[in-house]
């Protein structure tokens, strides 16, 4: 009888250590995936921010060839101008998979406003391009009203809403741009570079030789023309802030 006991006993460890694997894996397999890891906007890969003032927080985003940004999280309103040409895949939090985006055009200027709902994506780089982007987040109104720049054919206007207003610029080589006055803070962000140089009443004329995906904030009270001094077209964005 001892012998069969200690038999039947060893046969039940036997089966227990069988069947337990097997329910573990089960469990495992049953078992709710892990939530995503999501980070804000300012800490998600290739994102990094470059300045700060009372009134902006921006943000120089560089994403080579195949990379990834991983889940982050967009809030408040934002607007960002495309630098560099790139071919994007998006996924939004809870889709089922990566999607195709529209070209991202280098020049185009985009305005989000994440208060009613934040937006939580991840993106790749699926061209052969890099994703270049200068986002500008809003964080203080300045109580300014900008410039209208209407009489100045130079100065296209983009955007027009309660927290900015924005032009696109294109300069052919000899091209100026006639001066205007700036009223409210903003930033120049430099789309396509080369030499230019700048006027301003009762100051020497300044030249530069600005770099794709530079920016410069902008004071207001300026009064300025801008010509292309260089060999190539010249290519900016400025925004002034309300």
């Keep these: 009888m001892k012998i069969f006991a200690r038999a039947s006993l060893t046969a039940l460890a036997c089966a227990v250590a069988l069947v ?26 290739y994102h990094l921010p470059v300045f700060k003032n009372e009134y902006v927080t921006m943000a120089n985003i560089y994403i080579p060839p195949g990379g990834k940004s991983g889940f982050h999280r967009h809030t408040g309103e934002q607007i960002s101008v495309n630098v560099e040409e790139a071919t994007m895949v998006n996924e939004e939090l809870g889709d ?17 406003d994440y208060r009613p709902k934040p937006r939580i994506h991840r993106v790749v780089n699926a061209g052969n391009t890099p994703f270049h982007n200068i986002l500008l987040i809003f964080d203080k109104p300045t109580g300014m009203a900008p410039s209208s720049r209407a009489d100045v054919p130079a100065y296209e206007q983009v955007l027009d809403n309660e927290f900015a207003r924005a ?34 009443p009762g100051q020497p004329d300044r030249p530069m030789n600005p770099r794709l995906g530079e920016f410069y904030w902008q004071d207001p009270g300026v009064t300025r023309a801008v010509r292309n001094i260089g060999d190539t077209p010249v290519e900016f964005v400025e925004i002034e802030l309300k």
């Design 20 to 45: 337990l694997p097997a329910h573990a894996q089960s469990a495992a397999q049953n078992a709710a995936p892990e939530a995503p890891v999501v980070v804000p906007v300012l800490k998600a890969p």
């Design 96 to 112: 089922t998979d990566f999607k195709p985006q529209p070209r991202q055009i280098s020049g185009r200027v985009n305005f989000s």
């Design 167 to 200: 032009w696109h610029v294109t300069l052919a080589p000899g091209q100026a741009a006639a001066a205007i006055t700036q009223q409210a803070p903003g930033v120049r962000i430099i789309v396509k570079g080369g030499l230019i140089v700048e006027s301003v």
